[in-house]
């Protein structure tokens, strides 16, 4: 199904209070000296991509739930994405998990997702599963597996996936292994960790000039003992021996409990290595829930550093965003779009906090006022704002609203029907 702008015209009946709430923040925040035209523009900017295993209902270790109407090819998933992308303006790419989503016909989906206005952002290499016909098991690691063949089989893997992402026009691939073990002395960490750092290094050979190399850490799971790339600090020291197109990518699930994820983003940036951001929420672990369902002043404050080092670290290339959430109870286009609104959300609040006023009271040492500062900024309701920005480019005021109204998801079973699979986790 692929959505007509028309369509949209849901907007009708909210547009005069909209006007209403968005005259009275513009005003009260120009009182502030605040650039209200710069943020819009900022939150229309700001694109995230999809990954491409999101628009099913995930599962989890002990079963998997269908959704009715799942895409079941990636022509499907890409229009699925166009719906997103044209109630709120702001999914404007997408990230493929290969082979869960090998294009069969590349032109084909390059004119699809070009005609929904979707780029394709960073590829995903898979080695954590085996693959039919493979004559390798990754059972025991990929990268750094102690088998010459294995790694072979693992650094060919992620070179093919480059070779799929240029033809698409991706610039960037994100590594993540579940290399690891469950058992103390199954693995030898330093035999693990240069067999890592050499398949990187080669797969780096193979990088075009103009593309990324991400490698993406977490500390446990599936291995419950050790993780190979187990932190930002292991990430970063690969990153940085691989090359200057090596970067360190932060999944937001990928930390151990009350982990400091703002003051790592804020080092990585410092240092030009952040390089792409999984965007989820978690109570536990790598929960993969809807962005700031669970923790979103934690979101605010990591937003906070990064706003900070956009705009104060022309070192740091700009980042790759995108969401890294599924799971299997809500409608998973409902989801993400819940997701993006909480991340315009967030990213509004942290573009209101007064950096000169901060720098000052951080100067003075004035503890409180540097308190203040950030919570007033979190405190202002910015929805008006970001539905502006979405307003501006014919989006949907209020996105989930119109997905109901326009009754997608009963289109999307009429086409599609009941008991459909995607592929993916
Ligand atoms: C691993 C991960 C990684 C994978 C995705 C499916 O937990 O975050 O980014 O590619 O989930
Ligand atoms: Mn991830
Ligand atoms: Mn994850």
């Given at each position: 199904m692929i959505l007509n702008p028309d369509q949209l015209n849901t907007n009708k009946d909210d547009i005069s209070i909209h006007k209403d709430q968005f005259d009275n923040l513009a005003s009260s925040l120009s009182r502030q000296n605040i650039q209200v035209d710069q943020i819009v523009n900022k939150l229309a900017n700001f694109q995230i991509a999809i990954p491409s295993w999101a628009l099913g209902a995930g599962g989890t270790r002990f079963g998997r739930f269908s959704y009715h109407?799942?895409?079941?090819s990636l022509e499907q998933k890409l229009e699925d994405i166009g719906v997103i992308h044209s109630l709120t303006k702001s999914a404007g790419a997408v990230s493929l998990h290969i082979p869960w989503d090998i294009p069969k016909d590349y032109n084909a989906i390059k004119e699809l997702a070009n005609s929904l206005d979707i780029k394709f952002d960073a590829v995903n290499s898979n080695t954590f599963q085996d693959q039919p016909n493979a004559k390798e098991s990754y059972k025991f690691g990929s990268l750094s597996n102690t088998s010459q063949a294995v790694r072979d089989q693992a650094i060919a893997h992620n070179k093919e996936v480059i070779n799929i992402g240029e033809k698409l026009g991706s610039k960037s691939i994100t590594v993540w292994l579940a290399d690891g073990s469950s058992f103390p002395g199954q693995s030898n960490f330093q035999t693990a960790l240069s067999h890592t750092q050499n398949s990187l290094k080669d797969i780096y050979k193979s990088l075009p000039n103009d593309w990324k190399l991400f490698i993406e850490y977490k500390p446990y799971e599936p291995y419950f003992y050790s993780t190979v790339i187990q932190d930002w600090g292991t990430s970063f020291m690969l990153a940085n021996e691989c090359g200057e197109k090596a970067f360190t990518l932060v999944d937001l699930g990928h930390h151990l409990p009350n982990t400091n994820i703002e003051q790592i983003v804020s080092t990585l940036m410092l240092k030009g290595k952040l390089g792409g951001f999984h965007f989820n929420d978690s109570k536990y672990g790598d929960d993969d829930i809807t962005v700031g369902s669970i923790k979103p002043y934690a979101l605010f404050l990591i937003f906070n550093e990064l706003v900070y080092g956009m705009e104060n670290n022309p070192q740091n290339p700009e980042l790759s965003w995108m969401i890294d959430a599924s799971h299997n109870l809500k409608d998973p286009l409902e989801d993400l779009i819940q997701s993006l609104e909480t991340i315009q959300i967030t990213y509004a609040k942290a573009l209101l906090v007064d950096q000169t006023k901060l720098k000052q009271a951080q100067e003075n040492h004035d503890v409180s006022l540097c308190q203040e500062i950030l919570q007033n900024a979190y405190l202002t309701d910015v929805r008006p704002l970001v539905k502006q920005a979405r307003l501006q480019q014919?989006?949907?005021?209020d996105p989930l609203k119109a997905y109901r109204l326009l009754s997608i998801r009963e289109q999307l079973i009429k086409e599609r029907g009941k008991n459909t699979v995607a592929t993916g986790l």
């Open positions: 109407g799942e895409p079941s014919q989006g949907a005021l």
